[in-house]
Each structure stands twice: as C-alpha cells, then as structure tokens.
C-alpha cells in the first residue's frame, strides 16, 4: 500500500517571526509545486525563496522552501519544510491547503516513527528525540544528544556480540563437537565474558536515575513542624512570593510545587503541609500528602527552627537538615552537618543552594557504559540481565545444562533486541511515540 503523504507545523504554536511547516511523503514535491506554483524541479538541501498560493491562485505569503530528499532526510521519505511568517492564521491556512492536495495531519511523533520504520533510527534513539526537546538540563542536552548519534546502541550492540559469543560456544559444543572436553576447557572463558557484560549491565541500568536526574530534575522536599518556616524559605530561595505565609501554624496545608534552576541544574522545590498530630481532617489529609511526597523525594530538606526538633522519619534518603530563624536564635544542639540560615535576612541561603546543587555530582555517568533514558529500557535491560546472571550461575555447574543455558542466552539477546526496538511490537510503538509532540 502507497505511504501517505504527512503535514504540520514543526514549530511552537503562535505568533513568532518564523514558523515551518513540515511535509513528508511520496507527494511532498508536488504538493510543494502546487502551493508554490514553482515548474522546475527542486534540488536537495537547496533553498529557494517562493511565494505560498491558496485557492483562486491568491498570493497568501512569500516563504523559504528547504527540500529534503529521500533517503537523506529525517524520516527517510522525500521532505520539505516550508518556512512562512508565523503568524497561526498564515500556518493554518497553509497546512489546509496541503490538506486539500490530498495530504494528511501528521499524528504525535509521526516523523520520528517513520524515522524508526526506514532504518533511520533505531527505538533508542527516537525515545531519546522525545526526551531532548523536554530537557531542562545542559548535561541532559548533552548526554541525550549522544544517544541520538547512536552512541548508546553501539554500546549495547558489543554487549549483544559478546552474548552471541558465548551462545556460539554453546552452539557448536550441541551442534558440532563430539569432544565432551571442550565446553569444559571454554567454562573459564565464558564466564569471564558474562562477568564483564553483567558489569556493564547493571552500570546501564544504574543510568537511568542519571538521566531523570538531568532530564526531569531532581525533586526537593522541605518537610518540618509546623511555624518553622518552610514557605517562607522556598519564598527566598526562588527569590519570589509565590507561597503565603503567614505567623499563625499551620498555614500550608497543601502541596505547593515550582520548577527552578540553581546553578544550571534543574530542580523542583516542594512545600508541604507541617508535620505534628492533629484532629482537624483537612490538615490530616495534607500531613499524609506530605508524607507522599517526602517518600518520593530525592532530596529532603528537614526545616527545624529554635523552639522545635527536626523531622527525619523517612530512611535511607538523602537529607538536609536546616535550622531556620538564625536571625532570632543560633543553633546550639548537637547534631552534625547542621546548615544554619535565616530565611528573613537571606543569610545561609547561598550556602543551601550550593549544597543542593552538588546533590548531582553523586549522579555521574561513567561515559564507558551505555545510557538508558526510559522506563521501557530499564525493564527490557532488567529482563536482558536476568537471563544472563542465570547463564552465569548454570556455567558453574560441573555438567551444564546446554540447552537450558542456550535459551537463556538467546532471551537475553531477545531482550537487548527489545531495547533498541530491532524486535518490537505495535503496542510499545504506539506507547512512544503517542507522547511526542504533532511536529516532530
């Protein structure tokens, strides 16, 4: 069946000095010829400078058109990107236009989908332009971009020969060989390989709190008793109002959550609801959300002011304990590693943001191994992993079981398959690429 010719705007909706509009498919150029008017032929990558035409042959715009030829484009597909003034009525009434050539709206990551399905990219990569554009880091930007040149499949793709490596060992041992000594004398041997590919494995896996770090920015919670000041904090550290405050108890009573960037480094700032014992159902409810959020925080800063005791029953997170109100009272309990400020004065405050700035240097990449961006990756290599650790485990037995251990091998190699999208199905498909946006 002829693929279907594809249209929409490639830029923000709005008004701007530019918007592009993008059109992929078997009859971009003829559809290009008949919104132009132009008769010659266009030449890739060569940019010509034509007027936009709607019905009745009226002249709507003058536009940039960039021809993109098939296979040498983003998608694979003939393609040309049309660059009018962006103004939302002239775009609209231009992609009707193409519309009523016979073209069709382009779904959310349909590009990038047909991208995938010509061999342009694999599934890695095309997560990755997903989650490029949603960046908030440079670090991100950095990283992801990487992924997008493949980077990252090239790494898995050692990972999956040096599985196939050991499953030919097996193979030839079940297929060819008569000799019942040989799989023995390769025993060491394969072992030290799946040694090192669960090592790198598990570094893979381990990135991808990495990437949320960088990509979606790290989550900080400040939880306390109530009256010590918590949004009065916030309110200074994002050097904004956006929280009322108040001196009587108990104020916030809700989840109060803003993005902001310390230092080049994204993070998003929570206030909470104080911590203590209450009757009153609404603040019952907010304690509970406060709790909530506090066991999905990646940094909690535990406000504590003269006259009350820091909150830390939630384990094994990282915290930062803040003695406020230093302006009316200095610290003098026992406690290590206590940050005093003033969230009145301003005094401290430098030092707490440089504090929860360097949360990130213990969310280092170790540029050897691969980088691993979404959920859908991290179980797919979670799955890889297991079959390989069980592989390992059957090798130390004097006698292996080849067979069982050759299917073990060949799911892990399977999963790794998955995880590029070399072998997939059209349910995890639609799943990525529903969450692009309608351009790309």
């Known amino acids: 069946m002829r693929a279907t010719t594809i249209v929409s705007q490639s830029t923000p909706i709005g008004n701007s000095a530019i918007s592009v509009v993008r059109i992929s498919g078997p009859d971009t150029f003829v559809f290009s010829k008949k919104l132009s008017h132009q008769t010659s032929s266009f030449k890739h990558m060569e940019a010509q400078y034509l007027p936009v035409f709607i019905k009745n042959n009226e002249k ?84 992801l971009s990487k992924n997008i040149g493949g980077v990252t499949s090239k790494k898995l793709s050692n990972i ?102 310390i230092k080049g480094l994204p993070f998003s700032f929570v206030d909470t609801a104080g911590i203590h014992e209450t009757k009153n159902e609404i603040e019952a409810v907010g304690i509970e959300k406060t709790k909530e959020e506090l066991r999905s925080a990646d940094i909690i800063i535990s406000v504590f002011s003269p006259d009350s005791e820091p909150v830390d029953f939630i384990k094994d997170k990282y915290k930062i304990f803040v003695h406020n109100k230093t302006d009316l009272k200095q610290y003098l309990g026992n406690k290590k590693d206590v940050l005093s400020v003033s969230a009145a004065t301003g005094s401290g405050l430098g030092s707490l943001r440089t504090k929860i700035a360097n949360r990130y240097s213990s969310f280092r990449q170790d540029g050897s191994l ?38 073990e091998l060949t799911l892990a190699v399977g999963q790794l398959d998955i995880t590029t999208g070399k072998t997939t199905t059209n349910d995890i498909l639609d799943s990525v690429f529903s969450s692009f946006c309608v351009g790309k």
């Open 160 to 261: 999956k020969k040096e599985i196939i490596q050991v499953l030919s060992i097996i193979e030839f041992e079940l297929d060819i060989s008569e000799d019942e000594s040989y799989i023995k004398s390769q025993q060491n041997t394969m072992r030290t390989i799946l040694r090192k590919v669960i090592k790198k494995i598990e570094g893979a896996i381990s990135s991808f709190d990495t990437v949320s770090a960088h990509t979606r920015g790290l989550k900080v919670v400040f939880a306390g008793k109530p009256n010590v000041g918590k949004s009065t904090l916030v309110n200074a550290l994002i050097n904004d109002d956006k929280i009322i405050t108040s001196p009587t108890p108990g104020t916030t009573r809700d989840i109060i959550s803003t993005n902001i960037t």
């Open 60 to 143: 709507l715009d003058n536009a940039i058109y960039l021809p993109f030829f098939s296979p040498k484009s983003y998608t694979g597909e003939d393609i040309m990107e049309i660059s009018c003034h962006g103004n939302p009525n002239i775009v609209l009434t231009v992609i009707n236009e193409i519309l009523s050539f016979g073209a069709v709206l382009a779904e959310p990551g349909e590009y990038t989908k047909r991208a995938y399905l010509n061999g342009k990219i694999d599934l890695l990569q095309a997560e990755s332009v997903a989650l490029l554009i949603e960046s908030k880091s440079v670090e991100a930007v950095y990283q």
């Open 370 to 407: 691969p980088l691993i961006t979404t959920l859908r990756q991290k179980n797919s290599l979670t799955g890889t992993l297991s079959s390989v650790k069980a592989s390992l485990e059957l090798l130390g037995q004097n006698s292996p079981p080849l067979e069982i251990l050759a299917q």
